[in-house]
């Protein structure tokens, strides 16, 4: 089993929202050292509020070429779910010394190692957060995840069901989502780029499962990462918490 290192520590506050409480956003790196892997994670969570029982969302972001940094993206998306009253952990997948993601051939068995990676480092952030983080609730978290976050999010739920409450795929198209009530699924599509087949479940496999998935209109998947304009992103959002907040 890895231990955890603290490589760096930083915290972000931002000022109190509208519509909500200041939110903190600490960064820190959990060293995996079975795969002599380092794991930057960024966490958002209310100002002045105990972490003990307060729902735990992990984030996982899509493909951007191994740049470092990715994770501290989509703030425009996880910010608010903290505002809302969640701790949202955002793992960083990518390193720049990594492979390649494969783009050519039978994606869904070129990507698979990729995926079990992310697997791996969502593991190990569970299974560590609470070194840092005393009273976390990691007690069945959601997952969510965009493209190749989505893939790895799913392949985690499918692999430990038992570990999750919900999984939210934002527009993955490789992996398929699991034919399963629990954890419960739900899954933003988008205008311009179609999943592979088999990916989506058919509409008698989303009846038996009570599947979600959603299509808006005019929403494309790059739109789910930080290209979307205000409007686009504010929609993905607005799903996103209704999926958060179904039973």
């Known amino acids: ?32 050292t ?40 989509y ?10 009253g969640h701790v949202v952990v955002s793992v960083q997948h990518e390193q720049p010394g990594d492979p390649p993601l494969p783009m050519r051939g039978d994606l869904r068995v070129a990507r698979l190692p990729f995926w079990e990676q992310g697997v791996a480092n969502l593991v190990h952030v569970l299974r560590e957060l609470p070194r840092h983080y005393p009273g976390i609730s990691l007690d069945r978290p959601v997952l969510m995840g965009h493209s190749h976050g989505g893939d790895i999010s799913l392949l985690f739920a499918t692999r430990h069901p038992e570990r999750l409450s919900k999984v939210i795929s934002l527009d993955n198209r490789r992996f398929p989502l699991p034919r399963t ?8 599509r988008s205008c311009d780029q179609p999943a592979d087949p088999g ?3 058919t509409d008698e496999e989303r009846e038996r499962y009570g599947i979600t998935i959603v299509f808006p209109a005019g929403i494309g998947h790059n739109d789910m990462g930080s290209r979307g304009t205000e409007a686009q992103q504010a929609e993905v959002l607005r799903l996103v918490r209704g999926f958060l907040a179904q039973p």
């Open 1 to 32: 089993m890895g231990t955890l290192v603290l490589l760096a520590v930083g915290m972000l506050a931002w000022g109190r929202s509208p519509t909500g409480p200041e939110v903190v956003r600490d960064t820190l790196t959990l060293f995996d």
């Open 75 to 84: 703030r425009w998306l996880l910010k608010p779910l903290a505002t809302d």
């Open 199 to 201: 990916v989506l479940p």
């Open 181 to 188: 009530a629990s954890p419960r699924v739900y899954s933003v």
């Open 34 to 73: 079975s795969r002599q892997r380092p794991i930057p994670v960024a966490v958002y969570r209310p100002a002045d509020t105990p972490i003990e029982g307060l729902p735990v969302i992990v984030f996982s972001h899509g493909h951007n070429e191994n740049r470092s940094g990715t994770y501290l993206l």
